[in-house]
């Protein structure tokens, strides 16, 4: 009963817009006021450790890197490259926009950096070359999604310092989802523009072709100083993100984009974005510590299965349970309450651990394009001056692809597991 009135209380908070780090904290403090066997000094040593964690200190400095590579001009100079070899294909900016995503997200790790950095541009170019604007801005926020899948991954970070998990092992586990991704989206491109010779681009060459394709090597640089190093057993996810930072300030710096002005834009938003994330994770494990005490997991896993024993029925329950969730909760605050529960329920299965995470943040992500919460509509609506309407007009098509790439990740472990086996971090 414990359990069921706090998450009415969490519920109840969530649906009146309370801020989500103070929904969590809220029924926690009301548990322990009436718990006598619970104090306050524990309650604190609860939440503060929580935030003590070496692997968690990537997360400031990822948002960091992220945000130095949005002032420093990387995002266009990706798409000039991306748009001078593929232009000449029928829907080439379709195309472009996908890979200009990929080689951001290298940089990113956040669906609403790469959102906010590439709707800008790729919006209005294509509506320009005569695309529709809602097939532009649903390309636009599918492709975001690269971002958080692929390594540097932000919500990799937080699932792995919750669930004890590698984090470098998490990020491997994300490469060949995203790769999955980027395929389902350059077909949902080709069955929409295959009649349309028009969505051509003029052919460019020789010095004017490949001049921006240099100029964007540089910039996907960080992606290979992090993940290499990472891979290549010389430094630990947080210190390739701290190396990653210094790479990208210095190469900010070399294209002169390093003013004040940007350098305070990038010390203000990352310390904003970082306060709100560290903040629900402080009070999320204060949460966490109380569904632990009323052992909220072993009662879950009791609850599942008495409804299966089937892993694949398992795995059903779970993607719907996520679909909805994320439809109505930030993926953080999802990910840090229910994956102390979900996470041993899925062991009882007998499921590879890399492998629910990754189904676990797939999901999540989606609910980024989904309404009322979808973070990533409101910022392309943002950028590009389109309602948000238009926006979820434009993103309902792209449903298709995502949700087939889940239903792959789900069904086939073998999509997230076999890549971590093979490269050990």
């Keep these: 009963m414990v359990i069921l009135w706090m998450l009415i209380g969490l519920i109840a908070m969530l649906v009146l817009r309370v801020p989500v780090a103070i929904a969590l904290l809220a029924p926690c403090l009301i548990y322990v006021v009436a718990d006598p066997s619970a104090t306050f000094e524990v309650a604190a040593q609860q939440t503060i450790s929580g935030l003590n964690s070496f692997p968690l200190l990537a997360v400031p400095l990822f948002i960091m890197l992220g945000n130095v590579a949005n002032v420093s001009g990387i995002s266009d100079r990706l798409f000039n490259a991306a748009t001078a070899l593929i232009g000449t294909v029928r829907g080439s900016l379709g195309y472009v926009n996908v890979a200009t995503s990929f080689g951001f997200a290298w940089m990113s790790g956040a669906a609403i950096s790469d959102a906010a ?28 999604l690269i971002a958080p899948i692929l390594p540097p991954s932000i919500p990799a970070i937080i699932y792995a310092v919750t669930a004890g998990l590698s984090v470098g092992a998490l990020f491997i586990a994300g490469i060949v989802p995203a790769l999955l991704v980027v395929l389902a989206l350059c077909i949902m491109v080709w069955v929409t523009t295959r009649k349309r010779d028009d969505l051509r681009l003029e052919p460019v060459r020789g010095r004017e072709r490949w001049m921006p394709v240099l100029g964007a090597l540089p910039g996907l640089g ?3 100083v992090v993940l290499g190093g990472i891979l290549g057993g010389i430094f630990t996810p947080t210190e390739a993100a701290g190396i990653g930072v210094l790479y990208m300030f210095i190469l900010a710096a070399a294209y ?18 970082s306060g709100a994330v560290l903040l629900i994770v402080g009070a999320a494990s204060l949460f966490g510590w109380v569904l632990a005490r009323e052992q909220a997991p072993q009662k879950a896993a009791e609850l599942i299965l008495s409804l299966t024993t089937n892993p694949i029925v398992f795995l059903i329950l779970l993607n719907i349970l996520l679909l909805i969730v994320g439809a109505v909760l930030e993926p953080t ?93």
């Design 256 to 273: 002169r984009r390093m003013n004040t002005t940007n350098i305070l834009y990038v010390l203000r938003t990352t310390l904003e974005t």
């Design 333 to 425: 605050a999802a990910i840090l309450i229910l994956v102390p529960v979900l996470a041993p329920v899925a062991t009882q299965y007998g499921l590879d651990p890399l492998h629910v995470a990754s189904v676990i943040i797939f999901n999540l992500m989606i609910g980024l394009l989904t309404p009322p919460v979808g973070l990533v509509l409101f910022v392309l609506s943002s950028v590009t001056d389109l309602p948000v309407s238009k926006v979820i007009q434009g993103v309902v098509p792209f449903f298709v692809p995502m949700l087939a790439v889940l239903a792959l990740i789900t069904f086939f472990p073998f999509f997230t597991t076999w890549l971590p086996g093979v490269i050990a971090p």
């Design 222 to 224: 960080a992606g290979i």
């Design 117 to 144: 950095a590439l709707g800008r541009v790729q919006v209005p170019a294509m509506i320009k070359r005569g695309y529709s604007d809602k097939f532009s801005v649903g390309i636009t926020a599918a492709s975001s």
